[in-house]
């Protein structure tokens, strides 16, 4: 087999698993539809099938190597000689929306940029470009010196289909590439990839909610739901699985549930068949066999006793016995997350309950936004039950306000000491896991370095140790820990208060707190009003750098380890993330001028805030802590 997972299991961070005991193969030539509903784990399966993260149990091996290492004795058959390299090379990967990774100003460059870094000749680079163009229905002569900027949506999707193609990879894995686009856009693209895959008799794995695809195409259909797979086998035995289906909210291809509802009613039609026109000669021949005119309709393309489609995996097969049985033939495969044994079905070996599938893309999409909601101290705000979230905004900002002027007052090594545990306490009081304070802290890990050198090294003192022409003194050393140590408490405070204060509510308390410049003309509202869209948009802006990343590192463009490379290697990455910042930023323009809003005009809110007993004992206790800082701390 090209691509096999046995027994793969996945979680982020230790959650709840995202994959749960996986396991099919796919073909040389085969395709491969991968279909569930949101949230059940297919994205990171296309991932794990990449090389770009491992699974934590299970193996994956794609043409008998493991994509995920990078020793060189796991390359694939044929490594070593010209055209071949680690397996995960051989492998490309299309993420959704991959036009959002653009950075080049021509077409042309953009496909070539990856094949440059492989170091092929201009000439094998112009004539894969081309072919790459040639794929996708692209004309090169027309394409090629046009902006990827200024192309149709359709146009850009081709467009990044190619640069994947244009690696010439022995595998290609696809996540919706067809999400967004109409559908007779949607149609073509389909249509290009199959015709592709084909010609190169190379695997293909591919995420869409197509179903009319799936069937019709398809050689194999992968169902996910909540992390298992709950069938694999052929496309025809998945869609008689009626129960199935619906329990996993997808929807039936129109063709193939016409003809479920005429077998039901007794009519002998082939089923099942995706093809509209497949399916209108069955039904023309099943009509004229009914009613004894074959002669009059003997021009249904012959087909009254059609052979399935080539994914059907049935030949000449009419059914209204299927039909009756679709829903429970293969036993109790909706409890029991397992699929019999039938016609063209494959068993999964997954057990477990597999049920209630219809929370499980909201679940996963909310835990992958908690782990993705950025680094540093603006993770963002922790939606989980505590008791520091219900307090008053603008107490829990006043109150970190007074425990960072503390802070700056601390003297000795007692005070850093004393604030460092009340804020661990606090953490725990408030339910906030010590993996968000720690993240914060790594995230500005360099600062602090750099904080303690500079001081060490260029403050006066007695000398500790001579680097060079530069003196490292103790006095210069402990006045960098004790900056340091500050750092660390700001940004540890401030993590704690956005992780239990909406960044709305945030934005109000400070709005608030500045009330009173508003006497000097200072522009409060708008402050609190930029001061809300930037809270939001870090996290966003940083999940989004991540989805970048991993886009490019599935092209083959890395982050180089030498800092003058590093830098250079960051263009990729960074020029897309800009591009897709000012691109929010304009719709978030449209969408506030569309909901009226006006700069400097007050606003109203919807619950508005009380000052409670519980708000004034937090405030006090904070001036009191602050208070003791300044005076003997």
Known sequence: MSIEARDVAFSYDGERPVLRSVSFSVGPGELCALVGPSGSGKSTLLLLLAGLDRPERGAIRVFGADPARRDPRTQAPGAGQPGHGPVRAEIALVLQQPERQFFNQTVEAEIAFSLKRMGLSPQEIDERVARALHDVGLPPDVYLKRSPFHLSGGEQRAVAIAVALALSPRALLLDEPTAGLDPATARRILDQLDAWRRAHHAPVILVTHDMAFAGARADRLLALSQGEAVFFGRPAAFFREKALVERLGLDEPAPSAFLRHLCEQGLEVPYPLFDVEEAAAAVAGAVARATGTAGSLGNARSVGNAEGPRSAGISGITAPARCAGSAGETGNSGSAGRIGSTEGTESTGN??????????????????????????????????????????????????????????????????????????????????????????????????????????????????????????????????????????????????????????????????????????????????????????????????????????????????????????????????????????????????????????????????????????????????LALVAWLWL
């Not at 200072?522 to 750098?545: G, Y």
């Not at 897309?576 to 005009?601: H, I, K, N």
């Open 351 to 624: 057990g477990g309950d597999s049920g209630n599938t219809g929370s499980a893309g909201h679940s996963h999409r909310r835990r992958q936004k908690n782990r993705t909601a950025g680094s540093g101290p603006h993770r963002g705000y922790l939606d989980v039950p505590g008791p520091l979230h219900p307090l008053d905004p603008r107490a829990k900002t006043l109150g970190t306000l007074f425990l960072l002027a503390g802070v700056f007052a601390l003297e000795s090594w007692w005070g850093y000491a004393a604030i460092s545990a009340l804020l661990l306490l606090a953490a725990a009081y408030g339910k906030i896991p010590l993996a968000r304070l720690t993240a914060a802290v790594r995230g500005i890990s360099f600062l602090l370095f750099f904080t303690v050198v500079v001081n060490g090294l260029f403050s006066p003192g007695e000398p500790l140790a001579q680097l060079g022409p530069l003196t490292l003194t103790d006095r210069g050393l402990v006045r960098g820990t004790v900056l340091g140590m500050r750092l660390v408490l700001i940004v540890g405070a401030t993590t704690l208060l956005t992780a239990v204060t909406k960044p709305l509510d945030l934005a109000y308390a400070l709005g608030w707190i500045l009330g009173p410049f508003r006497l000097v003309r200072v522009p409060v509202s708008e402050l609190a009003m930029v001061t809300s869209i930037a809270l939001r948009f870090i996290p966003v802006l940083s999940a989004e750098a991540q989805r970048i990343q991993l886009a490019q590192k599935a092209r083959g463009i890395g982050i180089e380890d030498r800092p003058l490379k590093r830098a250079l290697s960051l263009a990729p990455i960074i020029v897309p993330l800009f591009a897709g910042a000012l691109r929010q930023a304009d719709e978030l323009g449209l969408a506030l001028e569309a909901r009226g809003y006006v700069p400097g005009r007050p606003r109203t809110r919807l619950h508005p805030l009380q000052f409670r007993t519980a708000d004034a004992a937090f405030l006090a206790a904070c001036a009191a």
